[in-house]
């Protein structure tokens, strides 16, 4: 027999009856039924449970053991008696009645329990991860994400891709966030950096006449932590193609992903069709760039029914350029409640409050009630209620000032309308492509142009687009939304020397700033470079969806704090004297 197990703990079944087994893994639970020891045997697959009694020769030692021991049994398989089978385990017909038992592992007292549904704080779980691990919930997420992770690169050979390998140490490169850096020690004060994406690798690969390359991809940026992001690492399916428009890396992509929704999202609805929607529509409708498809509320521009109105606030604003009023529908919310509700939604993201109309039946006709509807008149809100499409029983909220100051809690106030009044669609998973990404912008306070999107991609239009007004060129850039959180980002690049020179330049980058900071990739479009493109899916937060969690974090086997630190490996740590010495360096201490 092997030296520690015949079966795993999911293995036996009625059909092994009689049988003598041999299991090792950990000690889920223990029950006491005097003088009859029961224990949840548990391992990666399953669980078993075994008993003995003081009949057994190795009853001595087993009521010794405790939770998360480490144990092999040898015994022998019983049939449960039929009141006592336990239809939830596939091991539920059988026990294994104890002979021998071996500790492999003993535990000490267990700073967090893993056995239950028990709440422990981040920082315990984070500090003592290996037992976190150990949870079901937690086993289940991992188990999924590396199924996740073999049917992408199943998904994308059978495409026709090959997967290709980039440097881990490389140069800096600005690719939106910072750089960590490594330091040199064989050329003193230089140092590497690790990259933020296999960004210019890929087009290089390109450049080099590989037509499609993929990689699962890991990444780092030293970034501000949030709920759907690392604050330091991640990882990525990557992908680049030449001689493609962007519908071809949408129909590419498109399958891979429906593929993985369908496989992984436990029955959920998978949309098949994916709207293409501008960037500023999406900013217009819902707010964000990265909007939630399951709510059909999409926001409409009502300023000229406040213009010159008797609502002050809002007419005044209209009265300064750049200004718009905007709505945004809320059926079903015809209540006082409810709109003193998101009211007081507004003042807790810091705005004054919202302005809103609802309208109610008053057994003669419907009347719009609210400050706003007594300030505007029937007649202006009779024309708000006809152009969102509201009746009895709805309502409207409105924000207005210019509209980067309050899109994104406009986008908020939509999610939060939305999930109250029950128009969400929770079983369905959402997407859409968003493009034609404005590639610059200007700094309010300095006047200056310089990018707001990726520099890389390739204007539309090409050169003749950037003869014109900046802030009117649009990008062949895409992102894909789904239910809320950005999935996918892409382009096609710019791959022609003298377009990226003048795109630069747009941007306050000189010839030789282009060519020191992006110098492989700038000499390598001189040598007959091919039309490429591709994008790239984080596949934390595809897997988060999947698993139907909140934090990115409970979908990652080691992850970092919101302090990027590991409690558990105590990194970031001091250097040596000696390390610092060799590498030439030294730390100026913190006031």
Not at 62 to 77: A, F, H, N, P
Not at 320 to 332: K, L, N, S
Request: with cysteine; hydrophobic share 40%; aromatic share 10%.
């Amino acid at each position: 027999m092997h030296a520690y197990r015949s079966h795993t703990c999911a293995d036996l079944t009625a059909a092994n009856v009689g049988e003598t087994v041999r299991l090792s893994g950990w000690v889920h639970r223990v029950r006491d039924h005097g003088g009859v020891l029961f224990i949840d045997l548990r391992d990666h697959y399953g669980v078993t449970q075994v008993l003995c009694d003081g009949d057994s020769a190795a009853f001595s030692a087993l009521e010794k053991v405790r939770s998360e021991w480490c144990i092999r049994i040898d015994g022998t398989v019983n049939a449960r008696d039929a009141e006592l089978v336990n239809p939830k385990l596939p091991t539920g017909e059988i026990e294994v009645y104890v002979r021998e038992l071996e500790v492999l592992g003993a535990a000490e007292e267990l700073p967090l329990m893993v056995f239950g549904d028990q709440e422990y704080p981040e920082e315990t779980r984070l500090r003592y991860r290996y037992l976190d691990l150990r949870r079901e919930a937690m086993q289940r997420n991992m188990a999924l994400r590396s199924d996740v992770v073999a049917s992408m690169r199943r998904r994308m050979w059978d495409q026709g891709f090959r997967e290709y390998q980039t440097p881990i140490i490389t140069a800096s490169s600005p690719e939106g966030a910072r750089d960590f850096l490594v330091p040199s020690r064989l050329h003193p004060g230089k140092f590497y950096a690790l990259p933020q994406a296999p960004q210019q690798f890929k087009q290089l690969i390109m450049v080099s006449g590989f037509d499609k390359y993929f990689q699962i991809a890991p990444c780092f940026r030293d970034e501000d932590p949030r709920a759907d992001r690392s604050p330091t690492d991640f990882y990525q399916l990557d992908l680049e193609m030449s001689f493609v428009t962007q519908q071809d890396v949408f129909d590419t992509i498109q399958p891979v992903l429906t593929g993985i929704f369908e496989e992984f999202g436990g029955g959920r609805k998978v949309d098949q069709e994916w709207p293409q929607i501008s960037y500023k529509d999406a900013a217009l409708w819902y707010g964000t760039d990265k909007p939630d498809l399951r709510n059909p509320i999409k926001m409409q521009v009502v300023s000229e029914h406040f213009r010159g109105s008797g609502f002050a606030i809002f007419a005044k604003l209209l009265e300064q350029e750049g200004t718009e009023i905007r709505a945004i529908p809320a059926p079903g919310g015809g209540s006082r409640k409810f709109c003193d509700r998101m009211n007081a939604f507004a003042q807790k993201e810091g705005l004054p409050g919202m302005g809103y109309i609802f309208w109610r039946d008053q057994g003669e006709g419907m009347e719009a009630a609210g400050p706003l509807a007594k300030n505007i008149g029937p007649e202006r809100t009779e024309a708000i209620r006809q152009q969102l499409g509201l009746g009895v029983g709805d309502a409207a909220f409105f924000l207005g000032g210019k509209p980067k100051a309050f899109e994104k809690v406009a986008g908020k106030a939509r999610d939060v309308v939305g999930e109250e009044l029950g128009l969400t669609d929770k079983d369905r998973f959402a997407f859409a492509w968003i493009v034609d990404f404005p590639i610059y912008e200007k700094d309010e306070e300095t006047g200056e142009i310089d990018f707001e999107h990726n520099p890389f991609s390739m204007p539309q239009g090409g050169m003749e687009a950037l003869q014109g007004d900046p802030l009117e060129v649009k990008g062949y850039q895409y992102d894909l939304a789904c239910n809320g959180y950005e999935l996918v980002s892409g382009a096609i690049r710019n791959h022609k020397p003298e377009i990226m020179l003048k795109a630069f330049e747009l941007a306050g980058y000189g010839e030789d700033e282009v060519k020191s900071r992006f110098g492989a990739l700038f000499n390598a479009f001189h040598y007959g470079a091919p039309p490429h493109g591709g994008c790239a899916a984080g596949i934390d937060r595809i897997v988060m969806l999947l698993a139907d969690e909140a934090n990115i974090r409970e979908v990652m086997m080691f992850p970092m704090n919101q302090r990027a630190e590991d409690l558990m490996m105590q990194a970031p740590s001091d250097p040596t004297s000696d390390q610092l010495m060799e590498l030439g360096l030294r730390v100026i201490p913190q006031e």
